[in-house]
């Protein structure tokens, strides 16, 4: 029988009753298990030491309650449609230089489709996501760690420059200006840019072949020359103007990066990925990130999520464009490719104000 | 190097998996068409009250475990249920989005609360004095662990705080819309990044 993955082990150490009986007798028996459990284990105890409670004493949540009733009651009693102060720690936060720096992290993380995909979560779910989003959420490499390794050269850095020529100067990227911002959205606008993303790829074909007996399957015979091959992932720089719309939350967002590839140090970096995608226990997510390497150099993917947007096919001055839409309506974006430069116009806009906006970028 | 470029989207992790938004299934409000406002005020849940007064003990929790301290961590618990309030969130959902939006605010602040740590060092590492010695180590061991926290990757710092808090593997499955086989997965990795972590750190200092 194959062994159980990391996985069951590890929940052996929690709700051994959720790991089906097969599994837990083979652990009982096989020294290799045994082994892995008790470096689970091990593991886990120094988590669980690492994460410990600091002593938080009496939580008073009379008092807690007292104080978001107050928050709640200072927000109602506020006009509806005066350009708001930032004036209430989270809602200020929308409003906060970070915000911007999603516009233009998401473009140099994951270029057009992710960035699309991640401010549709910034606008379709609630409000909170917009302060939840970071850095982290949206520099995400798929997770390659189980097949080779993976080292970030370098991270994007990304902050709010003064003014256009500053954005313009640093990122080498043309900023384009909206010509007539939509209703509703603030004339104010910050301006974000993120520095390149460089990560480095190292396939093993020892690491892919643990992988796959885990997954308790053969490895497919690599191609010649994969194993130990070098893939540079590269992504933007970027640049982003964020506007905010009246209430305070961001409006309009217009990003522009270098879009992302993929430098091979010896094999082609398509018969990587198909052999990748072949590999036995490789995550249909990561199999679907890394599809997202187009080779074709115009076709952009766009990992829409089902079921909570539509895509339609749209043109921008002549280039192909995609219109990604909400389903309840609450973001619009239009995203699209032009000399290897990924532009997206995002907001919480109708479509006709998104492509007019996208349209009249000068 | 040879270079052979090939252009596409460099993707990231997908929505569902990155916060809140993830467990969320938002509910259209009777009366508000189908089309609600994100941007408008929506009015406070009715059960808010109640949500958050069995609630609120553990959402402190979670934020605690990551900060370390009861001030910031009710702070982020108030931030969060601030965005409840507002939300059409399940009530059958809410502790599970609760935990998750705990989880994501306090990862946030450690980010910025790192950069602030790292330049205090710099300033006045040389000058405790020394019968503060114990307490200055248990301060910068809690450091040294948010610090590698704030290191991994997001999705397994989050599945790794909630287990930690307590969450089943089902509840953490359904709050990070994980399969629930895969959250054993993600707990193990992440158990083994942050020893990595925690060792590298300290071997470099």
């Known amino acids: 029988m194959r062994h159980p993955s990391e996985g069951t082990l590890r929940r052996l150490l929690d709700e051994p009753v959720g790991v089906a009986d097969p599994d837990r007798l083979h652990v009982a028996d096989c020294a290799t298990c045994l082994s892995g ?48 102060p930032a004036r209430r720690r989270w809602r200020g936060a929308l409003r906060s230089p970070a915000v911007a720096a999603v516009g233009a992290v998401a473009l140099v993380a994951g270029a057009g489709a992710a960035a699309a995909a991640d401010w549709l979560q910034v606008f379709r779910t609630e409000r909170i996501e917009a302060v939840t989003i970071t850095q982290a959420d949206l520099v995400q490499l ?17 902050r709010v420059v003064a003014d256009a020529a500053t954005a313009q100067e640093t990122s080498g990227l043309e900023l384009l200006e909206v010509d007539d911002l939509p209703r509703g959205v603030d004339d104010r606008s910050t301006v974000s840019v993120g520095s390149q993303l460089r990560a480095e790829f190292t396939f093993s074909a020892e690491q892919a072949e643990k992988a796959a007996a885990a997954a308790g399957e053969a490895l497919p015979p690599p191609p010649a020359g994969l194993d130990g ?134 | 190097m040879e270079l052979v470029g090939h252009r596409g989207g460099l993707p990231t992790a997908p929505p569902s998996l990155d916060g809140p938004g993830g467990v969320t299934t938002p509910v259209p409000r009777e009366g508000a068409g189908a089309v609600p406002t994100p941007t408008g005020r929506g009015a406070v849940r009715p059960d808010l009250e109640q949500v958050f007064r069995s609630a609120y003990p553990r959402v402190v929790a979670v934020a605690a475990r990551v900060l370390g301290s009861r001030d910031e961590a009710e702070d982020v618990a108030q931030e969060v249920f601030l965005a409840f ?121």
């Open chain 1, 229 to 362: 091959s070098r893939f540079r992932l590269v992504a933007g720089p970027g640049i982003a103007e964020v506007w905010s719309a009246e209430s305070g939350l961001p409006g309009l967002v217009v990003a522009r990066a270098v879009a992302p590839t993929a430098f091979s140090s010896g094999v082609p970096f398509d018969t990587a990925r198909d052999y990748l995608l072949s590999l036995p226990g490789m995550p249909a997510e990561v199999a679907r990130q890394l599809r997202g390497y187009s080779a074709d150099g115009t076709t952009l993917p766009l990992p829409v999520p089902a079921g909570e947007a539509t895509s339609t096919e749209t043109e921008v001055d002549g280039a192909p464009a995609t219109l990604l839409r909400s389903r309840d309506g609450a973001f619009t974006a239009v995203v699209w490719v032009e000399e290897g430069v990924v532009t997206v116009v995002a907001g919480s806009l109708s479509a006709d104000e998104v492509l007019s906006v996208a349209r009249g970028l000068r």
């Open chain 1, 37 to 84: 459990l008790a470096a689970a284990s091990q593991d886990a105890t120094a988590a669980g030491t690492a994460l410990e409670l600091p002593p938080l004493g009496e939580i008073d949540v009379d008092a807690a309650w007292h104080r978001l009733s107050q928050a709640e009651a200072d927000d109602d009693a506020r006009p509806e449609v005066v350009p708001l």
């Open chain 2, 85 to 205: 309030g507002r939300s059409t969130v399940p009530a059958g959902e809410a502790l599970g989005w609760l935990s998750v939006a705990a989880a994501h605010t306090s990862l946030n602040s450690l980010r910025t609360g790192r950069r602030r740590a790292t330049r205090e060092h710099a300033v006045g590492g040389d000058t405790v004095a020394p019968d503060v010695a114990d307490a200055v180590l248990a301060l910068d061991e809690r450091r040294r662990v948010r610090a590698a926290l704030a290191r991994l990757p997001r999705r397994q710092a989050v599945a790794l705080v909630l287990r930690h808090s307590g969450l089943s593997y089902a509840e953490v499955a359904a709050a990070l819309d994980l399969s629930p086989g895969s959250v054993g997965t993600t707990v193990r990795r992440a158990e083994t990044a942050l020893r990595k972590e925690l060792t590298r750190h300290a071997s470099s200092e």
């Open chain 1, 142 to 158: 798929p997770d390659l760690t189980a097949y080779g390794t993976v080292e970030v050269v370098e991270e994007p850095e990304v």
